[in-house]
């Protein structure tokens, strides 16, 4: 049976449901194909528009939830006194995958380096994210709304990670086959990390996006 995947639908955040602020541009999609209004199943190009436009818009807002989540993490700190003093150059771990940073190299890249490197990213941070959303339950005094992004995150990439093995399996005929405060910096380094990272899928699915939909207007790199 086709894996049906419901990105937005039922979601919310800090109270406000995403669906009804995106009901006019997402629906539930699944692997065969994106329905339209009339329950037709549209030509292929059009699915994967829609993949790739969903898949855009759910790493936008995963990275802005990310962006939150730091800033929270920051100001729960503050509260509490603390100060880390971590060098922000060193905090992140080495590099999974090498950022593309000029114009000729975005050139030589193919998509399927992109598709595989978004799903080492989305697979790289889940089980770190996860892992934080249970420690923060264990500080005291945590924001709500800290608590409410992270699992919002973790199930949100998770769910990601499944819409980018879609675009593969869509794509794949256009491809040639102490101890508190060592928690404490931990946390923050894996909320710090990932923010990063989040902005580094987004700008690959729109840089995939792109290339895929609008070759020949492409003018975003």
């Not at 993949?51 to 855009?56: I, M, P, S, T, W």
């Not at 880390?84 to 950022?99: E, S, W």
Request: charged fraction near 20%; aromatic fraction near 8%; hydrophobic fraction near 45%.
């Amino acid at each position: 049976s086709a894996i049906h995947l419901c990105w937005f639908c039922s979601v919310t955040l800090g109270g406000l449901s995403l669906l009804s602020l995106l009901s006019s541009m997402l629906g539930c999609m699944d692997a065969q194909g994106v329905l339209a209004q009339n329950g037709t199943i549209p030509p292929i190009q059009t699915v994967l528009e829609k993949l790739l436009e969903r898949a855009v818009q759910h790493a936008e807002l995963i990275y802005r939830v990310s962006e939150e989540s730091k800033l929270l993490f920051c100001n729960m700190l503050i509260s509490y006194g603390m100060n880390l003093h971590i060098p922000k150059g060193t905090m992140c771990a080495p590099k999974m995958v090498p950022v593309p940073m000029s114009k000729s190299e975005i050139q030589q890249i193919s998509d399927k380096w992109i598709l595989h490197s978004l799903l080492i990213l989305a697979q790289f941070w889940i089980d770190p994210l996860v892992e934080v959303q249970a420690s923060l339950e264990n500080y005291e005094n945590a924001p709500s709304a800290l608590l409410t992004r992270s699992k919002w995150i973790s199930t949100k990439l998770m769910s990601l990670e499944q819409g980018i093995m879609v675009l593969i399996r869509q794509t794949s005929d256009r491809f040639v086959s102490s101890n508190i405060l060592q928690t404490v910096r931990r946390d923050y380094s894996v909320i710090y990390c990932f923010r990063k990272d989040a902005h580094k899928m987004q700008t690959f699915l729109k840089l995939l996006k792109c290339r895929q939909i609008d070759k020949e207007n492409c003018s975003l790199f």
